[in-house]
């Protein structure tokens, strides 16, 4: 009897323990990736094949075709945790050889050493290589190119045409005063005197798109030459104080916590007549909005001259790439004109080169005319992901407008009190 | 006859409180059973009900690729927790030697390290083992993870298992490993059962190391890929919720069946 | 001479044992602490990597959000893990009185769910039950002739969105308080209710004598499990609030992940507040120990 159990004891658990390191070991084996020898492979991680996958692919296909002897590898992450990815790699020193960049971790990565300097590469190219690029900046920490843009982005807004035509209008508003106008007649009581229908709604992040273009609009010094905030100014006050008064009485009470996904959610639910957003909604709109409703986007209102506020995404080399050539061969195809005119022609893209500005559909093209015409005529194009201080006023930014909107403070002091916590943060760096 | 009316005022109450947690449950199938479009045309019941959302999820074989690796890795994770933790809650309970306490207190201590730093520090070790984007990797910090509270019930789950057994399978000449494993661990099947529940379920519902260690979508889990459904413009209520209740459903079968065993296993692990 | 070999085998054996997982746990943890701590004595720019002492955890001592944070993180832990163990202290008690049933059975599995579901899936349930807009919850209240009770349930200062955080994780993280308290009630053995029966004790005197002396180990074990989860956690506020309006929702777990991920990709400020952070939580447990238990605790 004793025997019998010593051996069934045993042989359980050493079978438990061969299934388990047997499955350990495949899993090791399966999910490791082994090499290829001959042909270039570039690692690219990009967070757009997850919205533009069809666009990603068209732009990877001709790349390779032009280059039999690289071949491109994209790992897709998705934007909300990008920036945490791309951060610990480069912490780690694994970062690919390509590496897509934008929104708020533009600066991070390039701040601390991530990105290869491009300078070197941009000095071999033929003269006015950077110039055709329209949104090309240096960027203000390295003080060097560090990435170049691939998709232009410009800020807009939507409008529902039932809700204004029902208001009386016919044509989007095309100064301030007329924004107003329409967000006021546009606001519908209920019965019940509950509001049923918003004039307005747009998220409440530091760097809402409502509020870089009213910035830009209303003429204000995002920093100073001397490196200070100029948020304290009397035309960011200005701006501020024009927000504040569309948002009080012409959009959702919430509005003051709103992240993008609420005020999308409000639009696309046929709640509302306005979205401050830009180009990138086009897609989203396409397929997500209420049934019956037609939408359009509309240039953004004038104040003394039409202005344009853009958010490019870019591509950079990860520092220490073992292959720098191709990754510059890389990067300069998808940022360049030839990729850009896929963009355009096929997947009603903006363009980032001057030199597609002149192809037909940019401005024929409903969805997209408006974007790109705003960016032709603009007399003052903004692009404010590139200033120093863009970090620390993305840090307070928020909590200013939230203090407004809950009524802790007037504009004018805290608009002031942003420029004070911007500049002292920038004194601490 | 008051006993009764009592515990029928109490099953009431524990109704009423049991529906109130379940609400979530219920919110997350009205969701997912609506159309993309017609999302918060109602709030609370769906207009037109449709199972769309699963079949698109059900469909997608990247999400189902995170379905199966989390499973792999959940399975994984308990399994080596359950060896690991009961070798070590034998060591703890049936030996006694210098520093027995504060080795046991260190080990319940290191819970107490913010997983941020763990994965953050530990991320460097990873990448010089050339193990990042790896399976193991993840199965490592997991497993870490959940050791010591597997220790400390295991060991609880041999403590009440008197002493006498093994030692009169030693006297028969067993060596002290038969001795664990064959006498002592067929009889801690409850407490076993719970360890493996709880890593099971940790590893399950992990997000923070599941996105810093590994990188390419065929290596996701579902609580990162659940993430790919909330998207950078939009969230598609729809499609989330319906993959919530895709992911949880294991879970809840497996709970379901092996409620007993766990609640039996800390019975006597857990508790003093 | 066998003595001593008897007792060389003795110490080995029990060494093979033990070194397996404690080395294995400690190696992990242990690693990450040291990597953390070195990285929080450094400032690092583009081209260089400078030693600078406690710079930053100066800096920490001097930043008002870090304290907001603190305190903001010790209030939701206070709240959160008191409703965890009464909710979950109550459910045990009253499944222990309906006694084996199935109906408790079933009972207790549904009482299960908020637990089970992974902590993402459960914060994004409730983004819906407390939008903004389209609150869920607010519906329900209509529906059931209780518009009066509803609010912008995030946004309205007045109703602490801290606390309301509080509540949702306090409806979340019961099941496992319940579930170790009602194994802990199991083990009570009936004779000594029946003895305190027949003595004429109350229900409060059984309970304080009896119960409560049984419930006491496994309080401690839980309390310290749920407290030190926590103080780290990180999904609820962040899906939810993101720190909410105004920082009002700011935990130490936000403001760390912020600092780290998205405001200045500053792994060392980043280090050096986890570091404070863990080491007032150790004090918190060690404190909360010594009077909970006043070393009565046996392991």
């Known amino acids: ?429 | 006859m008051k006993r009764k009316k009592a515990d029928r005022a109490l099953l009431f109450l524990l109704l009423i409180l049991t529906a109130l947690s379940s609400f979530p449950l219920f919110i997350m199938i009205s969701f997912s059973l609506r159309d993309r479009e017609l999302v918060f045309a109602s709030l609370l019941f769906p207009i037109k009900p449709t199972l769309n959302n699963y079949a698109t999820i059900l469909r997608d074989q990247i999400l189902m690729r995170c379905l199966m690796n989390s499973i792999v890795l959940s399975i994984l994770v308990a399994m080596i927790a359950i060896l690991v933790s009961i070798i070590t809650g034998y060591g703890f309970s049936r030996f006694q030697f210098k520093f027995k306490s504060l080795l046991l207190y260190l080990t319940f201590a290191t819970t107490m390290f913010p997983p941020i730093l763990v994965a953050v520090g530990f991320f460097k070790v990873i990448v010089r083992l050339h193990l990042y984007d790896n399976l193991f990797s993840l199965i490592l910090v997991n497993t870490a993870s959940i050791l010591p509270f597997s220790i400390w019930m295991m060991k609880g789950y041999f403590d009440k298992i008197p002493k006498s057994i093994e030692e009169a399978a030693m006297i028969d000449g067993c060596s002290r490993i038969s001795a664990c494993f064959q006498v002592v661990v067929p009889i801690s099947l409850p407490g076993i059962v719970a360890v493996g529940i709880w890593s099971f379920l940790f590893a399950w519902c992990e997000y923070l190391y599941a996105s810093t260690f590994v990188g390419s979508v065929s290596k996701r889990m579902i609580t990162t890929g659940i993430v790919e459904l909330l998207g950078h413009f939009i969230i598609q209520w729809g499609l989330v919720m319906a993959y919530a209740i895709i992911i949880s459903a294991p879970i809840l079968i497996l709970f379901v069946f092996l409620q007993q065993y766990f609640v039996s296993g800390l019975t006597a692990g857990g508790v003093k | 001479m066998k003595v001593s070999s008897q007792k060389k085998t003795y110490y080995w054996t029990a060494f093979f044992f033990i070194a397996p997982g404690v080395s294995f746990v400690f190696f992990l943890t242990l690693y990450p602490f040291g990597q953390a701590m070195l990285m929080s004595i450094f400032k690092v720019t583009s081209d260089s990597r400078t030693f600078i002492g406690l710079a930053n955890y100066q800096r920490a001592f001097q930043d008002n959000l870090f304290w907001l944070s603190l305190w903001h993180t010790l209030y939701f832990t206070v709240i959160s893990v008191s409703l965890h163990y009464f909710i979950g202290l109550g459910f045990a008690l009253l499944l222990y009185r309906l006694g084996k049933s199935i109906v408790s059975n079933i009972l207790r599995g549904f009482l299960f769910l908020p637990w089970l579901f992974a902590s993402a899936v459960w914060c994004v349930t409730w983004q819906l039950i407390l939008h903004p807009h389209f609150s869920v919850l607010n519906a329900l209240f209509n529906s059931l002739g209780l518009s009066r009770l509803s609010h912008s349930w995030l946004s309205d200062l007045s109703l602490l969105p801290l606390t309301i955080l509080s509540v949702v994780s306090g409806l979340k993280f019961f099941p496992f308080h319940m579930v170790m308290l009602f194994a802990a009630l199991q083990v009570i053995p009936l004779e000594l209710f029946e003895a305190a029966e027949i003595d004429g004790a109350s229900s409060l005197q059984k309970f304080r004598s009896i119960t409560w002396q049984f419930l006491k180990p496994v309080t401690t074990i839980i309390l310290c499990y749920d407290t030190i989860g926590s103080f780290y956690y990180f999904d609820l506020v962040w899906i939810l609030t993101r720190g909410g309006p105004m920082n009002e929702t700011e935990v130490l777990s936000t403001y760390i992940f912020k600092t780290v991920f998205q405001l200045e990709g500053s792994f060392e400020y980043g280090s050096s507040m986890a570091i404070i952070l863990m080491i007032i939580l150790s004090i918190f447990i060690m404190v909360y120990i010594k009077i909970f238990l006043r070393g009565e605790f046996e392991i």
């Not at chain 1, 190119?145 to 409008?159: H, Q």
């Not at chain 1, 790439?321 to 510059?328: D, I």
């Not at chain 1, 120093?388 to 403070?409: H, S």
């Open chain 1, 1 to 429: 009897m004793k025997k019998e159990n010593i051996l069934k004891g045993s042989n359980i658990v050493l079978l438990m323990l061969i299934f388990t390191f047997s499955l350990v070991f495949a899993s090791v084996l399966c999910f490791n990736d082994f090499a290829q020898a001959e042909k270039v492979t570039l690692t690219v991680w990009d967070t757009s094949s997850n919205e533009r996958p069809e666009a990603v692919k068209a732009i990877v296909k001709a790349f390779e075709a032009q280059n039999p002897d690289i071949q491109v590898k994209i790992e897709t992450t998705d934007w909300n945790s990008f920036a945490q990815k791309s951060l610990l790699a480069g912490e780690a020193n694994v970062l690919p050889d390509c590496i897509e960049v934008g929104g708020d971790w533009m600066q991070p990565m390039a701040k601390r050493g991530y990105l290869e300097d491009l300078q070197p590469f941009i000095d071999k190219e033929p003269d006015g290589f950077i110039d055709d690029y329209l949104m090309a900046t240096k960027d203000s920490w390295t003080g060097t190119y560090s990435y170049l843009p691939w998709i232009a982005n410009v800020m807009g807004f939507y409008m529902v045409e039932e809700y204004l035509k029902e208001a009386g209008f016919t044509e989007a508003p095309k100064t301030w005063e007329e924004f107003e106008e329409v967000a006021k007649k546009c606001t519908i009581k209920g019965a019940d005197g509950k509001v049923e229908r918003w004039g307005f709604v747009s998220s409440q992040k530091s760097s809402a798109e409502f509020v870089r273009m009213l910035l830009n609009s209303f003429g204000a010094v995002f920093e100073n030459p001397d490196g200070t905030s100029g948020l304290g100014s009397p035309e960011a006050i200005a701006a501020i104080e024009y927000k504040t008064r569309i948002e009080k009485n012409y959009a959702p009470e919430g509005i003051a916590v709103f992240e993008a996904k609420e005020s999308r959610d409000i639009f696309m639910a046929g709640k509302a007549a306005f979205l401050a957003e830009g180009n990138w909604m086009n897609s989203m709109l396409e397929v997500g909005m209420m049934p019956g409703l037609t939408w359009k986007p509309f240039l953004t209102p004038v104040k003394d001259v039409p202005t344009a506020v853009v958010g490019p995404e870019e591509y950079g080399i990860g520092k220490g790439t073992k292959h720098p050539e191709e990754a510059w061969k890389f990067v300069k195809f998808i940022t360049g004109p030839e990729a850009d005119a896929i963009l355009v022609k096929q997947f009603k893209g903006i363009p980032s080169h001057r030199v597609n500005m002149s192809i037909p559909i940019v401005h024929l093209d409903p969805l997209v005319a408006p974007f790109a015409d705003q960016l032709a005529n603009a007399k003052r194009i903004e692009f404010y992901g590139g200033y120093k201080t863009y970090g620390a006023f993305v840090k307070y930014g928020r909590d200013t407008y939230q203090k407004i909107l809950y009524g802790k403070m007037t504009v004018e002091e805290a608009m002031k009190e942003l420029a004070k916590k911007i500049d002292e943060e920038m004194a601490k760096q």
